[in-house]
């Protein structure tokens, strides 16, 4: 079999395509690439009690870029997930409480003491569709956050970075009254008021449900669903370039697709990569209930987001690339994770290049939202300090 031939049947049915793929080879694949990978689904659903309305978004976009939400007025969510980088922040370890600076530019001010946020921050652009499986279902209301998957929903979700000391918190207020603080200072805001009565209704309406609600709604309207993937995928051909298309066949053929599945190119699930500690952390970040696992990230906008992993220590998809390669032949890169702890299904490569990266250039969609409002109620720098 031609690998064009192939190739044209993946592209016209993806299903018999796939078979005719697997069978030419000896490796004894189990998953199917037409259900284990796919184009997102048009429109982002809604959980039942938090229907999206326009005036609602537009009141989670100004929280989103208000500096208020934390401690020190001068961080906000929009200082680590920018649209400028791919709603994330191109840092290794995002710098939150006492920084300075956008993206690399990004530092700690003189005289504050340097606490690293210990994870890399992960791109929100199609957060609204996290949990989705290789059949498209998914339940926004339980929807997997974070990378040991300790929240549920963005409602859930949004409420955290406000209590967590490095991120947004700092030493102004303390953990357990944090997003009450908050509120307080939202309530005492007429623009704030004014808009969460228009979207919550009369009463008290500034709740941390309600800001919960309003945060998740604008994060489900950051969606890049168009990249040349989808387009292919939705049956337009020439969408991929010829060595995309070589590359989906190898993300395929090296099992990639084992874990990063379905529509977002992650099974929500964690596994263990190995993956070496930073330096610049005082402890050895352990995962999910301390077994060094991590959830499998989306590859959605990959190309955005360097640097890579769980903790940004891979600077490039190369690097990445090399990762896996070394990997998988066995060798034991974090010494606290012993290879036989290691994923069953990372596979022994069969063969990694360039095409691959370019298969994964196919999953950016460039056209997303890159909006920045400009100003916000509480009159404080948009986005935090970014100078
Ligand atoms: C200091 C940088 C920083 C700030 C500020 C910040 N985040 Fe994050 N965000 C992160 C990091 C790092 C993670 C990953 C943490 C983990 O997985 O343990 C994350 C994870 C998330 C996730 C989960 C994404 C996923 O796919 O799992 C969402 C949603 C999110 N942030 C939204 C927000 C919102 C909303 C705000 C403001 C209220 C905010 N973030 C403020 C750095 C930041
Ligand atoms: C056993 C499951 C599994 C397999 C197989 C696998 N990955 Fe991953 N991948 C992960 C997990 C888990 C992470 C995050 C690890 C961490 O942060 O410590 C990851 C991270 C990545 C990242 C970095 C994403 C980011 O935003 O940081 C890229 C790129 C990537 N994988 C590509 C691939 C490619 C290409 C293949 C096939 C050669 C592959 N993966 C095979 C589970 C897997």
């Known amino acids: 079999m031609k690998t064009a031939t192939i190739l044209s049947s993946v592209a016209s049915m993806a299903f018999f395509g796939a078979s005719v793929l697997y069978s030419c080879q000896s490796n004894g694949l189990e998953v199917n690439p037409d259900e284990s990978i796919g184009a997102l689904p048009l429109t982002v659903a809604d959980p039942a009690d938090n229907p999206r309305t326009p005036e609602k978004v537009a009141l989670g976009k100004v929280l989103f870029y208000d500096p208020v939400l934390s401690g020190n007025?001068?961080?906000?969510?929009?200082?680590?997930?920018?649209?400028?980088?791919?709603?994330?922040?191109?840092?290794?370890?995002?710098?939150?409480?006492?920084?300075?600076?956008?993206?690399?530019?990004?530092?700690?001010?003189?005289?504050?003491?340097?606490?690293?946020?210990?994870?890399?921050?992960?791109?929100?652009?199609?957060?609204?569709?996290?949990?989705?499986?290789?059949?498209?279902?998914?339940?926004p209301s339980t929807a997997?956050?974070?990378?040991?998957?300790?929240?549920?929903?963005?409602?859930?979700?949004?409420?955290?970075?406000?209590?967590?000391?490095?991120?947004?918190?700092?030493?102004?207020f303390t953990e357990t009254n944090a997003v009450d603080s908050v509120l307080a200072r939202l309530r005492a805001i007429p623009a704030?008021?004014?808009?969460?009565?228009?979207?919550?209704?009369?009463?008290?309406?500034?709740?941390?449900?309600?800001?919960?609600?309003?945060?998740?709604?604008?994060?489900?309207?950051?969606?890049?669903?168009?990249a040349p993937f989808d387009r292919y995928r939705r049956g337009d051909a020439s969408a991929m370039t010829e060595a995309q298309k070589r590359g989906?066949?190898?993300?395929?053929?090296?099992?990639?697709?084992?874990?990063?599945?379905?529509?977002?190119?992650?099974?929500?699930?964690?596994?263990?990569?190995?993956?070496?500690?930073?330096?610049?952390?005082?402890?050895?970040?352990?995962?999910?209930?301390?077994?060094?696992?991590?959830?499998?990230?989306?590859?959605?906008?990959?190309?955005?987001?360097?640097?890579?992993?769980?903790?940004?220590?891979?600077?490039?998809l190369p690097d990445v690339m090399t990762f896996y390669d070394v990997v998988t032949t066995g060798e034991q890169l974090n010494p606290r994770v012993p290879t036989s702890r290691?994923?069953?299904?990372?596979?022994?490569?069969?063969?990694l290049h360039n095409d691959l990266i370019q298969f994964l250039n196919a999953l950016t969609d460039p056209g997303f939202d890159q909006s920045?409002?400009?100003?916000?109620?509480?009159?404080?720098?948009?986005?935090g300090r970014l100078r």
């Open 73 to 139: 007025q001068d961080v906000a969510c929009a200082t680590c997930h920018h649209p400028q980088f791919g709603y994330a922040d191109g840092l290794d370890l995002p710098i939150g409480v006492g920084g300075e600076g956008l993206g690399k530019n990004r530092r700690f001010r003189a005289g504050q003491s340097a606490v690293f946020t210990r994870r890399n921050t992960p791109t929100l652009l199609n957060v609204g569709f996290n949990g989705i499986d290789a059949r498209g279902q998914y339940n």
């Open 144 to 172: 997997p956050m974070f990378y040991d998957l300790r929240a549920q929903s963005l409602e859930a979700q949004s409420l955290r970075p406000i209590a967590a000391f490095e991120e947004m918190r700092g030493t102004v």
């Open 192 to 226: 704030y008021q004014e808009q969460f009565r228009a979207v919550f209704g009369t009463g008290n309406a500034i709740t941390a449900q309600n800001l919960g609600k309003a945060l998740a709604a604008y994060e489900r309207t950051l969606v890049a669903n168009n």
């Open 248 to 316: 989906m066949v190898l993300f395929i053929q090296n099992g990639c697709n084992a874990c990063h599945s379905g529509p977002m190119f992650s099974d929500y699930k964690v596994h263990v990569l190995g993956v070496v500690d930073h330096e610049k952390l005082p402890e050895s970040d352990a995962g999910k209930d301390n077994t060094y696992a991590f959830r499998t990230p989306t590859l959605r906008n990959v190309a955005l987001t360097a640097p890579y992993m769980h903790n940004g220590k891979l600077a490039s």
């Open 342 to 351: 290691l994923d069953s299904l990372l596979r022994p490569r069969v063969s």
């Open 372 to 383: 920045v409002p400009a100003n916000v109620p509480s009159g404080l720098s948009v986005g």
